[in-house]
């Protein structure tokens, strides 16, 4: 009976530490994971900015010049 109360303390324990780990794994994910979102909006934006005709329909775009 003891030897079965230490095996699930030791199992417990490690199960423990490993909840542990997958937390601050899952926690250092989240953060890159804001980083790369704020990153695509930033870029987004700049697309935006930079190519306005890229990002027109069809029939929003004035003709060109030499109509």
Avoid: G, W
């Avoid at 704020?38 to 069809?58: G, H, N």
Wanted: aromatic residues 4%; glycine residues 0%; hydrophobic residues 35%.
């Amino acid at each position: 009976m003891e030897d079965r109360l230490t095996e699930l303390e030791i199992r417990f324990t490690h199960q423990e530490r490993t909840i542990e780990e997958l937390n601050e794994i899952v926690c250092r994910q989240e953060l890159a994971l804001e980083s790369l979102e704020r990153e695509v909006r930033q870029i987004s934006e700049q697309v935006k900015m930079l190519l306005p005709a890229f990002l027109k329909e069809q029939d929003e775009e004035e003709p060109p010049p030499h109509y």
